[in-house]
C-alpha cells in the first residue's frame, strides 16, 4: 500500500520461515492471519526468499499445495519495485534489536535489504511480530536512525494513520488548504459538508501553525471522539476529555441556545441531510474554529471558519 508518502512492507519473519517453522502449523497459520491485512507489500529480499519456497515447498502435511500456491501469488503480486535512494538504517543498531521467532536467521538481515530498497519519498510501516523486537529502546535512540522514518507496527507503536498525519506536515507547503485533498486519508472517520472547506480563507494566523493545529484537533476528533461522547453524556466531563488531548472544545452557550437564527448558522449540509454542527473545537481562544457533531460512530464536519455569530 501506498498512500500519501507510506509505503506498508511485511517483515521479513512472516514470509520466510527457520527450515523447522517451515514444516509448523504456527507458522503458515500466522501468514494466511496477516495476508488478510491492510495491504502490506514485500520488498525485494522477501521475494528472494519466496521464491525459494517456491522452489522447495513445505510438506503438504502443513499446508495443502493449493493453499501454498495461492499464498505465494497473493504475495508476489505485492511486490514493491525498488528504487534509490532507499532507507538505509544503521545494521548496529537495529540487528541487535531483532531476534527472528519462526523466520529465518537471516530475516534481520533481509529486514534491512527490503528497507533499502523502498524508495525513500516514503516512509515505511513495517508489519511485524512483536515478540522479535528484543530491545526496541536501543532503534529509534539514534538521530540517523529516526531519519530514516522507519515505523513497526506494534501495539502502542505510532498507527499508520499518526505516521500518515506526520508525513503531511513533514512534506506540506504550510497551506491549510493542502488538508482537504488529503482529508479522506488523514481523518478517514470524520464525514465532511458540503461546505466544510468553504470558509478556510478566513482563519486568521500564520498558515504554518494553522495546518498544524488543523491536523492536530481534527485528528483528535477522528480518533477520540466517539468514544468520548460514548463514555459519558455530560457535556463538562466530554470537554474536560478532549482537553487531555490538548484540544479545547465546547457547545454553544445559553444564550446563542436560545436564538433560532444563530443556532441556525450551525447547520451544514451532508449529501443533502441538515445536520447541526454546535460543538466546536477552538485553534486558538477567540478565533478559529471547527464545527462539528458527533452522532453514534461518526463524526460530522459542519464547518471550519473564523467564528460564527453568538449572542
Ligand atoms: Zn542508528
Not at 33 to 51: F, I, K
Not at 73 to 86: D, K, N, T, W
Request: aromatic share 8%.
Amino acid at each position: 500500500m501506498t498512500t500519501l508518502g507510506l509505503e506498508y512492507i511485511f517483515d521479513p519473519e512472516l514470509i520466510v520461515p527457520s527450515e523447522t517453522a517451515k514444516s509448523s502449523i504456527a507458522f503458515w497459520a500466522r501468514l494466511w492471519r496477516r495476508v488478510e491485512d491492510r495491504q502490506p507489500r514485500l520488498g525485494a529480499a522477501s521475494l528472494e526468499g519466496l521464491l525459494e519456497l517456491w522452489e522447495d515447498p513445505p510438506s503438504h502435511e502443513v499446508i495443502a499445495p493449493a493453499d501454498f500456491q495461492k499464498l505465494i501469488g497473493r504475495l508476489a503480486s505485492r511486490a514493491i519495485e525498488r528504487g534509490s535512494p532507499g532507507h538505509v538504517v544503521c545494521a548496529a543498531h537495529w540487528l541487535p534489536a531483532y531476534k527472528p521467532s519462526l523466520g529465518h536467521e537471516e530475516n534481520p538481515a533481509r529486514l534491512l535489504r527490503d528497507l533499502s530498497g523502498v524508495p525513500f519519498g516514503n516512509a515505511v510501516f513495517v508489519s511485524t511480530v512483536e515478540e522479535c523486537w528484543t530491545d526496541l529502546d536501543a532503534v529509534p535512540s539514534c538521530q540517523a536512525c529516526v531519519g530514516q522514518r522507519v515505523y513497526l507496527d506494534l501495539p502502542g507503536g505510532p498507527t499508520a494513520v499518526n505516521i500518515m498525519r506526520a508525513e503531511f506536515l513533514r512534506t506540506s507547503h504550510g497551506d491549510p488548504k493542502e488538508i482537504s485533498n488529503a482529508a479522506l486519508v488523514l481523518f478517514p472517520h470524520l464525514v465532511f459538508s458540503d461546505v466544510a472547506w468553504v470558509g478556510l480563507s478566513t482563519l486568521t494566523g500564520d498558515k504554518r501553525e494553522l495546518t498544524v493545529s488543523l491536523v492536530r484537533d481534527l485528528g483528535v476528533l477522528n480518533d477520540h471522539a466517539c468514544a468520548i461522547w460514548e463514555q459519558t453524556v455530560q457535556n463538562h466531563e466530554r470537554i474536560q476529555l478532549m482537553k487531555t488531548f490538548d484540544v479545547v472544545a465546547s457547545p454553544e452557550g445559553t444564550k446563542t441556545h436560545r436564538s433560532p437564527r444563530l443556532m441556525s448558522q450551525r447547520d451544514s449540509l451532508f449529501s443533502g441531510v441538515s445536520r447541526r454542527c454546535e460543538w466546536h473545537t477552538k485553534l486558538s481562544p477567540s478565533i478559529n474554529r471547527i464545527h462539528f457533531a458527533v452522532e453514534g460512530r461518526i463524526v460530522y464536519i459542519g464547518k471550519i471558519v473564523d467564528h460564527l455569530d453568538t449572542a
